[in-house]
Each structure stands twice: as C-alpha cells, then as structure tokens.
C-alpha cells in the first residue's frame, strides 16, 4: 500500500514521498482494518505535512521510482522542526473508509463492510488499522466524501460549545469565523439559540455570513472594528472567544473590547483594577505565526490558553463520545456538513503546483484527497 510521508532531511529539504509498504495488521480483537477512501486537507495536517518549508522553491523528484517532491527549509523552520529531522513523519488527521477485516471483539466484528470515519493520524494512506471505539460509523446513505471530515471540525465545535456551557458562558465568539469550522460552529449555535459574534477578516466574508443567517458578524480589516466588536460583545454579554489567528493583536483586542462592553454596564462603579467578571480567551489555532501580544487596561480577571480538539476528545467520558458522534452522523449532510473545491490523489498532490493550490488554507477552498476508488 502507499502512504504519504513527510522528511525533513538534515541538509535543509523538506521530502513529501510516498512509500510502498506492507498494509497495517490487526493486533488486537478490537481492532478493524479500513480500506481507506477519503480525507481532507486541514489547516491542522500542516505543519506536519509541510515543516514550514518554501513551497516557492518546490520541485518534482521521483523516491523509490514513486513521485515525489522537495522544498527548502528555510532556516527559522528548520529550527522549529528540529526534533523531527531525519524521522518520516505519517500525515493525515482524519479521513474515512471501508471496514475490509476485523478482530474477533463484537464491536470490530458489527463494523465490517461499514463505512467508517476515524480521527487519529497517518491517514493520508491506503490502508489504516484502528479500535473499533475510534471509528465512527456512517450513515448508510452516507459516502466516504460525506465523512471523511467528519471528525476534527465537528468534535472541535461540538467542543467549544460543551466548553462554553462547562465554564457557565452563554454566549461566545469566534475568529476565522467563515472557515468550515466556523460555518458549523454558526449552524450548531442557531440550532442551540446561544448568540455567536463571528469574525472574520474580509468584507467578502461577512457577506457570506451574513447570507448564512449569522447576526453579529464583526469585519477585522473595517477601519471601525474595535468599536463594532465591543458593540456585538456587549450586545450579546460574550466573555469568552476562539482565536484561530494565535499570533498577533487579536487576543488582546478580543480581552480589551469585552472589558469596555462590561465598563459601559449601568451602575457598574469604577474599579482601579478593572471590572472583576472573569474574560476568557482560547487560542485554537496560529495562522499568523508570530508573537502574541496584549495591551494594558484589560483589567486583572481573565484568562488566555491553548484549545485543542484531540486534548477535548481524550478527557470525555466513552457515553459522552458515543452521543457527540450519533449528533455528527445525525447530522452529517446539514450541520457538519463539509464542502470541497478540488479532489485529488495522492500522486497528483505530489507536483508543486497542486500542492501550493491545495494548502492555502482559504474560505471554501479545501482539497479532499482521493485515496481510492469509493
Ligand atoms: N485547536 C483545534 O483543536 C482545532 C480543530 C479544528 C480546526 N482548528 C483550526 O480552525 C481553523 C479553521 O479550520 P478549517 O478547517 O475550518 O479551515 P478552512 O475551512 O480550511 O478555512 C481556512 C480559513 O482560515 C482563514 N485564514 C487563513 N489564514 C489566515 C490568517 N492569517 N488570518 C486569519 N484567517 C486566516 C481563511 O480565511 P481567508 O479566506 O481570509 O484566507 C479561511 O477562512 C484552522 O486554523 C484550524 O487549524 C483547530
């Protein structure tokens, strides 16, 4: 079988190759063997997939008589992906396939010739063994292509809305806000009646917002973003925000803009330290890769950390599981529903061209990757 591997080589290249191997055995009773189908290319799949290498100097090469490709690392890269040089690296959060073998344990036995979606890693392959309680199956009318993206973004905005109602927020915001993410994130909220402040970075994509039915869709690049964004935080009493752009002002302006929401409350008497209403920020991805910075006056009562779907997924309890993965089937043509601009294989990734198109990481731009015939 092939699977897609990611090298950083110590003189400085980054090698996307695929190599021919044996398929995956089942170990396990519980264990199914997933002919693989599908899969999508996520922002999150990239840092393991590229390194931070210049696309800009890729070029087609051939490894073990397979195609292949090579870029430069530029040197800030390669220091950020020391500990992986010279280890070929599996890539592919998640994707979706037929159970084509099985274990002996019931619950692996009940998925054979099951469509299956799973989340775990080296999926970007032809073949991948998992424990039957990794996989979700599909729906029977449901495709391959239907649930290959059936996993990371729903978990993650099933996640940040249990994480809301765990913290007692009933209100919440979120940057990035047109992304796939974003878009289920707006229809689970309206299904749920819990006010979502979307935001987003081009008028473009406040129009398509907008046209979704979204309410508080506040535009970053609009010259009177700060005082529009602390009108739909103090509208909607939100103290608590999902920052995908990591680096940069965004996190400060986010903590900034609720504490003047909650400084313009009636009755509320002056505090030299601020208002004392906890505000929280989750970082949930870093598309702008640089430092994080935050302003004074943001009083003392908040909180910025790191959010992470997989971290979310591991700490709930199997019944808990079991019931977010019957809503995403459930719901896998409506509100989790996924759309891609361009399919390809994995040997048409591997040209330059297809690659730089496949990893912009724009609104309604994704890339599925065809693993096999289904
Ligand atoms: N932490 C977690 O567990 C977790 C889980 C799932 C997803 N995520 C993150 O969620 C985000 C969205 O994922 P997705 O699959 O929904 O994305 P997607 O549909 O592939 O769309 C990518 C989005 O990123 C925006 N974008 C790219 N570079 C940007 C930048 N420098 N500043 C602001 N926006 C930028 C694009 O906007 P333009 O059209 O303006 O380029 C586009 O809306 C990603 O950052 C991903 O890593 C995190």
């Not at 199914?32 to 899969?39: H, P, Q």
């Not at 920020?281 to 908040?302: C, D, F, K, S, V």
């Not at 599981?321 to 040997?347: D, P």
Request: proline share 6%; with cysteine; hydrophobic share 45%.
């Amino acid at each position: 079988m092939l699977v897609l591997q990611s090298l950083i080589r110590p003189e400085g290249q980054l090698e996307l190759s695929l190599a021919e191997m044996a398929p995956p055995r089942i170990a396990e009773p519980d264990q199914v063997l997933v002919s693989m189908e599908a899969a999508p290319l996520n922002p999150s799949d990239m840092t393991l997939l590229l390194g931070g290498a210049d696309l800009h100097g890729a070029e087609r090469t051939r490894v073990n008589g397979l195609p292949a490709m090579v870029a430069p690392m530029p040197p800030g890269a390669m220091a950020a992906q020391a500990r992986r040089v010279g280890q070929p690296q599996a890539v592919g959060n998640e994707g979706a396939g037929t159970v084509v073998a099985t274990g002996s344990a019931p619950e692996a036995r009940a998925l054979l010739g099951r469509k299956v979606a799973m989340m775990g890693g080296g999926m970007y392959a032809e073949y991948r063994v998992a424990a039957a309680s990794q996989c979700l199956a599909l729906p029977s009318n449901a495709s391959a292509t239907d649930g290959a993206a059936a996993f990371v973004n729903p978990i993650t905005a099933l996640g940040m809305l249990e994480t809301a109602r765990r913290e007692g927020h009933k209100s919440m915001a979120l940057t990035v806000a047109a992304s796939n993410l974003g878009q289920m994130l707006l229809r689970l909220c309206e299904a749920e009646d819990v006010p979502l402040v979307s935001i987003v970075r081009r008028p473009q994509q406040a129009r398509l917002l907008n046209d979704l039915g979204a309410r508080h869709v506040v535009d970053s690049s609009a010259e009177d973003f700060v005082p529009r964004l602390t009108d739909a935080l103090a509208e909607t009493g939100t103290r608590l925000a999902f920052d995908a752009t990591g680096g940069g002002e965004m996190a400060g302006q986010l903590l900034h803009a609720m504490e003047a929401a909650l400084s313009r409350q009636a009755g509320r008497a002056y505090d030299r330290y601020g208002s004392q209403i906890h505000k929280q920020i989750y970082i949930y991805g870093y598309l702008e890769r640089m430092h994080t910075t935050l302003p004074p006056g943001l009083g003392m009562a908040w909180g910025l950390g790191g959010w992470l779907v997989f971290s979310f997924w591991r700490a709930l309890p199997p019944e808990r599981r079991a019931q977010l993965q019957a809503r995403v089937a459930a719901e896998l043509k409506s509100t989790f529903a996924c759309r891609y601009a361009r399919e390809c294989t994995l040997q048409e990734l591997l040209t330059p061209e297809a690659l730089r198109q496949s990893v912009q990481m724009a609104t309604g731009d994704k890339t599925l990757l065809r693993l096999a015939p289904g």
